[in-house]
């Protein structure tokens, strides 16, 4: 399987979009400290596409 990430600057508001479209979320917004924060979805098919935080948010 692969799992590409995409850089958004509201990782909530792009689950809640995902959701409005079908898909589920996988793994709610997660703060790794001084790494990253990420998120995860399933779209309509089953596809996993990750998420992560632009800086400044």
Do not use: H, N, R, W
Not at 21 to 27: A, M, R, W
């Amino acid at each position: 399987m692969v799992t590409f990430y995409v850089e958004v600057d509201d990782l909530q508001a792009y689950l809640d979009k995902a959701e409005a479209l079908g898909g589920k979320t996988i793994v709610p917004v997660t703060v790794i400290p001084d790494m990253v924060t990420m998120a995860m979805f399933a779209d309509p098919s089953g596809a996993i596409i990750g998420m992560v935080q632009s800086d400044g948010q």
